[in-house]
């Protein structure tokens, strides 16, 4: 495209790019002169010798319409519209086009979310009563989680399992003679006290026999079903900071055996 100054004649080359900068306002570059470029604006030179670049009617003339269009965009889709691509053949979904509201859309309509929390929270609180009553006997035994346990538990109207801690039964008293009424038989009567916080189960009494020399000569274990005669009272075990006083039968070794001791297993 051309211009041309209207104080010297002279001709010059544009550019879109300079029209644009101050809406077609010029400098000329030969006498300094301002002036519009539009008004000679010329998209090629006419046939020399010329002076002026004839002159373009602005001035309530008619805006010209423009037909070749080279590019023009796309109009945004609607939400949850897809428009696909029509071949000869039938419908091509490989050119579908979503809006971004789309998928937001989709995941506030979705289903509600609470039922997987809630079977989530189920299956948690299943697995910790799972390992609650795996580890049932040391929860009972702890000193901070047996008496809530026990409390919980009578307020709902069960009952814990004993738990049975055999280290802090301790063994207050004992004694050994022979049986008053059966030949060959020792009597050995002891008294036990569960220093523990909760119930246990009666224990396995062990007596052993041994010389002077300290040698092992005879062993007994005795079965709570052995050595307590009511079968009620061994079901409900020792009580917590209780007492009870045993009272054990035993074969007597002979004469060789002047020691004794008892444990519990």
Request: negative net charge.
């Amino acid at each position: 495209m051309y211009a041309q100054c209207p104080d010297c004649l002279t001709v010059f080359s544009m550019d879109t790019e300079t029209l644009a900068q101050a809406r077609g306002h010029v400098v000329c570059g030969h006498c300094q002169a301002e002036f519009d470029a539009l008004d000679s604006l010329s998209g090629q030179l006419p046939p020399e010798p010329f002076q002026r670049l004839p002159a373009r009617m602005r001035a309530g003339a008619l805006l010209p319409r423009v037909e070749s269009a080279v590019y023009r965009p796309r109009p945004e889709q609607p939400a949850f519209a897809a428009e696909p691509a029509a071949t000869g053949s039938g419908e091509d979904f490989s050119q579908l086009t979503f809006s971004p509201r789309f998928a937001r859309e989709t995941r506030r309509g979705g289903a509600p979310r609470w039922p997987w929390l809630v079977a989530c929270l189920i299956l948690l609180l299943l697995l910790c009563a799972q390992l609650a009553w795996a580890k049932r006997d040391d929860l009972v035994a702890d000193t901070t989680a047996g008496p809530w346990l026990r409390q919980l538990c009578a307020g709902l109207g069960c009952e814990l399992p004993l738990v049975q801690d055999t280290r802090r039964l301790h063994l207050l008293a004992r004694d050994v003679q022979a049986h008053p009424s059966v030949p060959g038989a020792l009597l050995i009567s002891a008294t036990v006290r569960n220093d523990a916080a909760f119930d246990q189960p009666w224990p396995v009494v062990v007596v052993t026999l041994s010389d002077v020399d300290g040698k092992r000569l005879a062993m007994r274990r005795l079965r709570p079903s052995e050595y307590l005669g009511d079968g009620t009272t061994s079901a409900h075990g020792l009580p917590a900071g209780g007492n009870a006083a045993l009272v054990l039968e035993v074969e007597d070794p002979g004469n060789k055996a002047v020691a004794f001791e008892i444990g519990f297993e």
